[in-house]
């Protein structure tokens, strides 16, 4: 989420539904929950946008390990480690 805390982003007032005994501790401990809760979800799409990557480019990424296996790396020789 850093990338939308260094940039000014339009925030638009939502309505969610919250376990109610988890809204009121998190207001006892001063929890913004509207921040806890975009942070949240900015982690849910992280994580959606990763998952759905390797998803799409499973071929590309296995073609690319078989080719490595059976040839080694392309420029292995000039490798100083």
């Given at each position: 989420?850093?990338?939308?805390?260094?940039?000014?982003?339009?925030?638009?007032?939502t309505?969610?539904?919250l376990?109610?005994?988890?809204?009121?501790?998190?207001?006892?401990l001063?929890?913004?929950?509207s921040r806890?809760?975009?942070a949240?979800?900015?982690?849910?799409?992280?994580?959606h946008?990763?998952?759905?990557w390797l998803?799409?480019?499973?071929r590309?990424?296995?073609?690319?390990?078989?080719?490595?296996?059976?040839?080694?790396?392309?420029?292995?020789r000039?490798?100083?480690?």
């Open positions: 989420m850093q990338a939308a805390e260094t940039t000014k982003s339009i925030r638009k007032p309505n969610l539904s376990d109610s005994a988890l809204l009121k501790e998190a207001k006892m001063g929890i913004n929950v806890s809760a975009e949240g979800i900015a982690e849910a799409v992280k994580l946008k990763q998952r759905k998803k799409d480019n499973a590309a990424l296995a073609s690319s390990n078989a080719y490595v296996e059976a040839n080694g790396l392309p420029l292995e000039h490798r100083q480690f």
